[in-house]
């Protein structure tokens, strides 16, 4: 089985470590790398090629909303999973306008990645 690359954007250090440490779990997955700044997630996108990036839509200084688009921009876009504090239609709809793929609230982290992962790589889960 191919395991696919995750990819973690968040300027929180604690959530970071939190979420690295989930995805290192998931039967299927493995850690791609962490990034805490636009630049760094920008970079991290290029060189390690992930197939998703779980992308912290609160991310400053530039808004996540922003970087969505940068990354979608790229031939070779991995899918984009992002992340808002709570899960809200309006945050929804506006990821998607940005060009991401889905949305997960940090409050419901551990469940919500378990079916947006499942919805986007069906072979894997």
Same mark, same amino acid.
């Given at each position: 089985?191919? #395991?696919?690359?995750? &990819?973690? =954007? ?6 970071? /470590? !939190? !979420?690295?440490?989930? @995805?290192?779990? @998931? ?6 790398? @962490? &990034? ?5 997630? +920008?970079? #991290? $996108?290029?060189? /390690? &090629?992930?197939? $998703?990036?779980?992308?912290? +839509? ?20 991995? /899918? $984009? $999973? &992002?992340?808002? #504090? ?6 929804? /709809?506006? =990821?998607?306008? =940005?060009? =991401? ?8 982290? @551990? ?15």
């Amino acid at each position: 089985m191919k #395991l696919r690359k995750v &990819a973690i =954007a968040d300027d929180s250090p604690a959530f970071l /470590a !939190a !979420a690295a440490n989930y @995805i290192a779990t @998931i039967p299927g997955f493995m850690l791609a790398g @962490i &990034a805490s700044t636009p630049p760094q997630t +920008l970079a #991290l $996108v290029e060189s /390690a &090629a992930p197939d $998703v990036l779980l992308l912290d +839509l609160g991310m400053a200084p530039k808004r996540g909303l922003e970087l969505v688009r940068q990354v979608k921009a790229s031939p070779a876009a991995p /899918a $984009v $999973v &992002a992340l808002a #504090l709570f899960e809200t239609p309006e945050a929804l /709809a506006a =990821a998607k306008r =940005a060009g =991401a793929d889905e949305l997960v609230g940090k409050e419901s982290f @551990i469940s919500g990645l378990a079916q947006v992962l499942g919805r986007l790589f069906p072979a894997v889960s």
